[in-house]
């Protein structure tokens, strides 16, 4: 049961990050609103969708829906630096420079760790399409 869970999020984590690159905002947020309880014992997957979650509603101009979405998760503290990474791009889409710069910092500060093989590496978090 908790595989299929598991599969369940990473497809719908999958089909989010499909639609954010073809900058279908309602899609991603759509998708995220119809799995987002589902997330517990899923950090990796919960922060990802949150932040892509957060940038559709940034892209969609509600801002206070994203800053909402992201700010219980800048909080937290995380071991990988795909997980600032996702952070800092969420916060540049709601031109929270500070926040996005402290992100990139602790993303750089782990990425030792990561190059020396404690942490796996993961894929890089998407693009925002406007910025191409």
Not at 10 to 28: N, Q
Not at 50 to 77: F, G, H, M, V, Y
Not at 101 to 115: F, G, M, N, Q, T
Request: aromatic letters at 8%; a negative charge; proline letters at 5%.
């Amino acid at each position: 049961m908790e595989a299929a869970r598991s599969d369940e999020l990473t497809r719908a984590t999958e089909e989010m990050r499909s639609a954010f690159v073809r900058g279908d905002w309602d899609v991603v947020v759509d998708l995220f609103e119809g799995i987002s309880d589902e997330f517990k014992g899923a950090r990796q997957l919960r922060l990802e969708a949150t932040c892509l979650a957060a940038r559709a509603w940034a892209a969609l101009n509600d801002r206070s829906k994203a800053r909402a979405l992201i700010q219980p998760l800048a909080k937290a503290e995380y071991k990988k630096p795909i997980h600032y990474e996702f952070l800092a791009r969420a916060f540049l889409d709601l031109k929270q420079y500070e926040a996005a710069a402290r992100a990139c910092e602790k993303a750089h500060s782990l990425r030792p760790v990561e190059i020396a093989g404690d942490a796996p590496q993961a894929d890089a978090a998407p693009d925002h399409p406007a910025a191409s």
